[in-house]
């Protein structure tokens, strides 16, 4: 009686090791709103650069470019150089594809792009120095920056580990595709 017992848990186990290889991949969508909202709580964000310019950026406008596979982000721009009385309002569209960082478990963005920018008033003396300002700005406040935290049972399922193999930019949504890890 003890044999059959034994042999029937193991065919047990077998059977749900099995099952579990035979989870196939699965997919986790994020809609853009709730991407929206994380990206505002960052904002507004105030530096000043190279001890010259303030430079504000807020409103965050989150679009998603599926024909890229990118997603795009806008923000309201205010430089105000340190030695004058005046400011220019404008607006920076930078774009990046995304990542997720599995240690984190986040999805960040990635290789950010200036796609714009754009400041009202500004004369051809600062443009330059100020559309630097931009590129080193966008590198250091967008990339790596956490968009969205994943929970726990998204890279574990049924006692299964998965690992996120492909993100997809759909025009109201992401999604994140999780295969078994093999």
């Known amino acids: ?13 077998l059977g749900l090791s099995g099952c579990a290889g035979l989870l ?3 997919d986790v969508v994020l809609p853009l709103p709730r991407l929206q909202q994380a990206l505002e709580s960052r ?3 105030d530096q000043r650069y190279l001890a010259l310019f303030d430079v504000s950026l807020s409103q965050p ?17 205010r430089v105000v150089p340190v030695l004058t009385n005046q400011s220019w309002d404008g607006s920076l569209i930078l774009s990046g594809s995304l ?4 240690e984190a478990r986040t999805l960040v963005l990635a290789q950010p792009r200036i796609e714009q920018f754009a400041l009202d008033g500004v004369d051809a003396a ?13 590198q ?9 935290h994943f929970e726990p049972a998204d890279f574990r399922h049924l006692g299964v580990n ?8 759909r025009a109201d949504a992401l999604v994140v595709t999780f295969e078994p890890v093999k």
């Not at 009686?1 to 186990?13: E, G």
Request: hydrophobic share 50%; glycine share 2%; no cysteine.
């Open 1 to 13: 009686m003890k044999t059959i017992l034994r042999a029937a848990i193991v065919l047990l186990v």
């Open 24 to 26: 196939g991949p699965r």
């Open 43 to 45: 904002f507004p964000y």
């Open 61 to 77: 406008r989150l679009s998603a470019r599926p024909e890229l596979n990118r997603v795009e982000i806008q923000l309201a721009t």
């Open 99 to 102: 990542q997720v960082n599995a």
């Open 126 to 138: 600062y443009a330059s120095q100020i559309s630097r300002i931009g590129s080193v700005l966008a």
């Open 140 to 148: 250091q406040l967008l990339t790596e920056v956490p968009l969205y």
């Open 162 to 169: 998965f690992t996120p193999v492909r993100i997809l930019v």
